[in-house]
């Protein structure tokens, strides 16, 4: 999971934080219909989910819809 590959090398968040990260990106994953694991898509995703983790965005809702926006389209 790619999510975990980065928090492996990041000790930015604690062990009650990590939970969280993960169910925005899952969540996230759903949202964009990405099912595989391999897809290089998805580590954009945990990447936008842990900058917004860093920008104190901890409630997986949040970091949820802050990773949403940062990946979408500018217009």
Do not use: W
């Not at 860093?54 to 949403?68: F, I, N, S, V, Y």
């Amino acid at each position: 999971m790619p999510i975990r590959l980065l928090l492996e090398h990041d000790h930015s968040f604690g062990p009650e934080d990590i939970p969280k990260l993960i169910l925005a990106f899952e969540a996230v994953l759903k949202e964009l219909n990405l099912n595989n694991r391999e897809d290089p898509a998805t580590m954009l995703v945990a990447k936008a989910i842990v900058l917004a983790a860093k920008d104190g965005h901890l409630d997986p809702k949040r970091l949820q819809e802050a990773a949403l926006k940062s990946l979408s389209p500018r217009t």
